[in-house]
Protein backbone atom coordinates (compact mmCIF):
# COMPACT_ATOMS: atom_id res chain seq x y z
CA UNK A 1 0.00 0.00 0.00
CA UNK A 2 1.25 3.62 -0.60
CA UNK A 3 2.26 6.02 1.67
CA UNK A 4 2.83 9.95 1.50
CA UNK A 5 5.02 11.43 3.75
CA UNK A 6 5.21 15.52 4.75
CA UNK A 7 8.03 15.68 7.05
CA UNK A 8 6.78 19.39 7.95
CA UNK A 9 4.26 19.59 10.14
CA UNK A 10 3.95 23.35 10.35
CA UNK A 11 6.22 25.52 8.02
CA UNK A 12 6.42 29.10 9.12
CA UNK A 13 7.26 32.02 6.89
CA UNK A 14 7.43 35.56 6.16
CA UNK A 15 5.58 37.37 3.58
CA UNK A 16 7.13 37.52 0.47
CA UNK A 17 9.92 34.87 1.39
CA UNK A 18 9.88 31.67 -0.94
CA UNK A 19 8.44 28.38 0.45
CA UNK A 20 9.05 24.84 0.03
CA UNK A 21 6.66 22.20 1.31
CA UNK A 22 8.01 18.43 1.35
CA UNK A 23 6.01 15.32 0.09
CA UNK A 24 7.75 12.37 -0.72
CA UNK A 25 5.61 8.79 -1.13
CA UNK A 26 6.34 5.22 -1.37
CA UNK A 27 5.75 3.39 -4.47
CA UNK A 28 8.35 3.61 -7.42
CA UNK A 29 4.88 2.06 -9.62
CA UNK A 30 3.66 4.60 -11.91
CA UNK A 31 1.82 7.32 -9.75
CA UNK A 32 -0.37 10.14 -10.33
CA UNK A 33 0.32 12.76 -7.53
CA UNK A 34 -2.23 15.81 -6.23
CA UNK A 35 -1.46 18.87 -3.88
CA UNK A 36 -4.67 19.77 -1.95
CA UNK A 37 -5.21 23.01 0.31
CA UNK A 38 -7.64 23.46 2.74
CA UNK A 39 -7.84 27.09 4.28
CA UNK A 40 -9.64 27.63 7.44
CA UNK A 41 -13.35 26.39 8.16
CA UNK A 42 -13.34 25.03 4.38
CA UNK A 43 -13.46 22.05 2.80
CA UNK A 44 -10.14 20.47 0.48
CA UNK A 45 -9.28 22.26 -3.10
CA UNK A 46 -7.47 20.79 -5.74
CA UNK A 47 -4.37 22.67 -5.84
CA UNK A 48 -2.64 20.62 -8.72
CA UNK A 49 -1.76 17.54 -10.06
CA UNK A 50 0.73 15.62 -11.91
CA UNK A 51 -1.21 13.04 -13.95
CA UNK A 52 1.28 12.36 -17.19
CA UNK A 53 3.62 14.20 -19.60
CA UNK A 54 5.96 17.34 -17.66
CA UNK A 55 7.10 17.02 -14.21
CA UNK A 56 6.38 20.67 -13.67
CA UNK A 57 3.01 21.66 -12.95
CA UNK A 58 1.38 24.80 -12.01
CA UNK A 59 -1.31 26.31 -10.38
CA UNK A 60 -2.65 29.55 -11.80
CA UNK A 61 -2.06 30.96 -7.83
CA UNK A 62 1.49 31.22 -8.54
CA UNK A 63 2.36 27.21 -7.11
CA UNK A 64 4.39 25.14 -8.69
CA UNK A 65 5.69 20.93 -8.19
CA UNK A 66 7.90 19.17 -9.44
CA UNK A 67 7.83 15.23 -9.57
CA UNK A 68 10.84 13.08 -9.40
CA UNK A 69 10.25 9.86 -10.27
CA UNK A 70 14.20 8.58 -8.85
CA UNK A 71 13.39 10.67 -5.60
CA UNK A 72 9.85 9.57 -5.27
CA UNK A 73 8.64 13.45 -4.24
CA UNK A 74 6.09 15.82 -5.31
CA UNK A 75 7.51 19.04 -3.61
CA UNK A 76 5.21 22.20 -3.58
CA UNK A 77 7.26 25.31 -4.06
CA UNK A 78 6.54 29.39 -4.01
CA UNK A 79 8.44 31.70 -5.06
CA UNK A 80 6.65 34.42 -3.23
CA UNK A 81 4.01 33.82 -0.38
CA UNK A 82 1.81 36.02 0.74
CA UNK A 83 -0.71 36.47 3.70
CA UNK A 84 -3.73 34.76 1.81
CA UNK A 85 -1.23 31.35 1.42
CA UNK A 86 -2.17 30.91 4.89
CA UNK A 87 -3.26 27.34 4.95
CA UNK A 88 -3.54 23.62 5.54
CA UNK A 89 -1.32 21.70 2.30
CA UNK A 90 -2.07 18.00 1.65
CA UNK A 91 -0.37 15.74 -0.98
CA UNK A 92 -1.60 12.63 -2.13
CA UNK A 93 -0.84 9.73 -4.14
CA UNK A 94 -3.04 7.34 -6.49
CA UNK A 95 -2.31 4.43 -8.46
CA UNK A 96 -3.09 4.65 -12.31
CA UNK A 97 -5.04 1.37 -12.83
CA UNK A 98 -5.87 1.39 -9.19
CA UNK A 99 -8.58 2.44 -6.48
CA UNK A 100 -9.60 5.90 -6.95
CA UNK A 101 -9.31 6.24 -3.27
CA UNK A 102 -5.86 8.87 -2.92
CA UNK A 103 -3.82 7.84 0.00
CA UNK A 104 -3.07 11.57 1.95
CA UNK A 105 -0.37 12.79 3.59
CA UNK A 106 -0.78 14.25 7.12
CA UNK A 107 -0.60 17.96 5.71
CA UNK A 108 1.43 20.95 6.31
CA UNK A 109 0.20 23.97 8.30
CA UNK A 110 2.17 26.96 5.90
CA UNK A 111 1.58 29.95 8.35
CA UNK A 112 2.57 33.24 6.59
CA UNK A 113 3.60 36.18 8.72
CA UNK A 114 3.51 39.93 7.74
CA UNK B 1 -21.85 24.18 -11.72
CA UNK B 2 -22.45 24.67 -7.91
CA UNK B 3 -19.99 22.31 -6.03
CA UNK B 4 -19.83 19.53 -3.68
CA UNK B 5 -23.09 20.63 -1.09
CA UNK B 6 -23.32 19.38 2.11
CA UNK B 7 -25.28 20.10 5.34
CA UNK B 8 -25.39 20.50 7.89
CA UNK B 9 -22.65 22.43 8.07
CA UNK B 10 -23.11 22.34 11.98
CA UNK B 11 -24.54 19.76 14.00
CA UNK B 12 -24.53 19.27 17.80
CA UNK B 13 -25.75 15.60 18.99
CA UNK B 14 -26.13 14.76 22.50
CA UNK B 15 -24.53 11.14 23.60
CA UNK B 16 -26.65 8.66 22.42
CA UNK B 17 -28.14 10.59 19.81
CA UNK B 18 -28.17 9.53 15.86
CA UNK B 19 -26.71 12.13 13.35
CA UNK B 20 -27.58 11.85 9.76
CA UNK B 21 -24.95 14.47 7.45
CA UNK B 22 -26.28 14.83 3.73
CA UNK B 23 -23.70 15.13 0.92
CA UNK B 24 -24.76 16.15 -2.61
CA UNK B 25 -21.95 15.62 -5.48
CA UNK B 26 -21.25 17.78 -8.00
CA UNK B 27 -23.69 17.56 -11.34
CA UNK B 28 -22.02 14.59 -13.60
CA UNK B 29 -20.32 13.40 -10.42
CA UNK B 30 -21.50 9.24 -9.41
CA UNK B 31 -18.20 8.64 -7.23
CA UNK B 32 -18.72 9.73 -3.75
CA UNK B 33 -15.92 9.51 -0.87
CA UNK B 34 -17.00 10.00 2.92
CA UNK B 35 -13.65 11.38 5.16
CA UNK B 36 -13.28 12.12 8.52
CA UNK B 37 -10.93 15.11 9.71
CA UNK B 38 -9.89 14.84 13.34
CA UNK B 39 -7.12 18.21 14.62
CA UNK B 40 -3.41 16.61 14.32
CA UNK B 41 -4.45 13.96 12.77
CA UNK B 42 -4.98 14.32 8.94
CA UNK B 43 -7.75 13.02 6.71
CA UNK B 44 -9.38 9.48 7.28
CA UNK B 45 -10.40 7.96 4.46
CA UNK B 46 -14.57 6.48 5.73
CA UNK B 47 -16.12 5.43 2.63
CA UNK B 48 -16.47 5.25 -1.43
CA UNK B 49 -19.88 4.46 -2.88
CA UNK B 50 -21.83 4.99 -6.67
CA UNK B 51 -25.04 4.97 -7.02
CA UNK B 52 -26.88 2.69 -5.45
CA UNK B 53 -23.25 -0.08 -4.34
CA UNK B 54 -20.73 0.56 -1.33
CA UNK B 55 -17.38 -0.04 -3.36
CA UNK B 56 -15.07 0.53 -0.38
CA UNK B 57 -15.99 0.73 3.03
CA UNK B 58 -12.72 -0.50 4.03
CA UNK B 59 -12.38 2.73 6.87
CA UNK B 60 -15.97 2.51 8.03
CA UNK B 61 -16.05 1.63 12.06
CA UNK B 62 -17.51 -1.67 11.90
CA UNK B 63 -20.53 0.04 14.44
CA UNK B 64 -22.60 2.56 14.39
CA UNK B 65 -21.68 4.11 11.33
CA UNK B 66 -23.01 3.38 7.64
CA UNK B 67 -23.52 5.34 4.75
CA UNK B 68 -26.00 5.03 1.44
CA UNK B 69 -25.91 6.64 -2.15
CA UNK B 70 -29.56 6.38 -3.29
CA UNK B 71 -30.29 6.29 -6.75
CA UNK B 72 -32.24 9.48 -6.06
CA UNK B 73 -31.34 12.10 -3.62
CA UNK B 74 -27.64 12.67 -1.82
CA UNK B 75 -25.37 10.49 0.30
CA UNK B 76 -26.04 10.18 3.46
CA UNK B 77 -23.74 9.26 6.55
CA UNK B 78 -25.13 7.97 9.21
CA UNK B 79 -23.85 7.62 12.72
CA UNK B 80 -25.99 5.60 15.49
CA UNK B 81 -25.91 6.59 19.19
CA UNK B 82 -22.74 9.04 19.21
CA UNK B 83 -20.05 9.59 21.55
CA UNK B 84 -17.64 12.38 22.11
CA UNK B 85 -15.50 10.56 20.04
CA UNK B 86 -17.77 10.71 16.98
CA UNK B 87 -16.72 14.89 17.55
CA UNK B 88 -14.94 16.02 14.21
CA UNK B 89 -14.92 17.36 10.91
CA UNK B 90 -16.69 14.78 8.24
CA UNK B 91 -15.70 15.46 4.57
CA UNK B 92 -17.67 14.86 1.38
CA UNK B 93 -15.89 14.55 -1.98
CA UNK B 94 -17.01 13.41 -5.29
CA UNK B 95 -15.43 12.74 -8.60
CA UNK B 96 -16.34 12.60 -12.05
CA UNK B 97 -16.14 9.06 -14.08
CA UNK B 98 -13.23 8.50 -16.50
CA UNK B 99 -10.13 9.49 -15.70
CA UNK B 100 -10.67 12.45 -13.48
CA UNK B 101 -12.01 10.16 -11.31
CA UNK B 102 -8.85 10.44 -9.57
CA UNK B 103 -9.29 14.17 -9.07
CA UNK B 104 -11.88 14.88 -6.02
CA UNK B 105 -14.02 17.83 -5.29
CA UNK B 106 -14.71 18.55 -1.57
CA UNK B 107 -17.36 20.09 0.21
CA UNK B 108 -17.58 22.45 2.89
CA UNK B 109 -17.82 19.56 5.43
CA UNK B 110 -19.99 19.37 8.48
CA UNK B 111 -18.37 19.89 12.08
CA UNK B 112 -20.02 17.71 14.13
CA UNK B 113 -20.17 17.85 17.89
CA UNK B 114 -21.09 15.69 20.40
CA UNK B 115 -22.00 16.56 23.89
Known amino acids: AQSVTQLDSQVPVFEEAPVELRCNYS??????LFWYVQYPNQGLQLLLK??????LVESINGFEAEFNKSQTSFHLRKPSVHISDTAEYFC????????????FGRGTSLIVHP | NAGVMQNPRHLVRRRGQEARLRCSPM?????VYWYRQLPEEGLKFMVY????????ESGMPKERFSAEFPKEGPSILRIQQVVRGDSAAYFC?????????????FGPGTRLTVT
Open chain 1, 27 to 32: SSVSVY
Open chain 1, 92 to 103: AVSEPGGSYIPT
Open chain 1, 50 to 55: YLSGST
Open chain 2, 93 to 105: ASSPPGLSSYEQY
Open chain 2, 49 to 56: LQKENIID
Open chain 2, 27 to 31: KGHSH
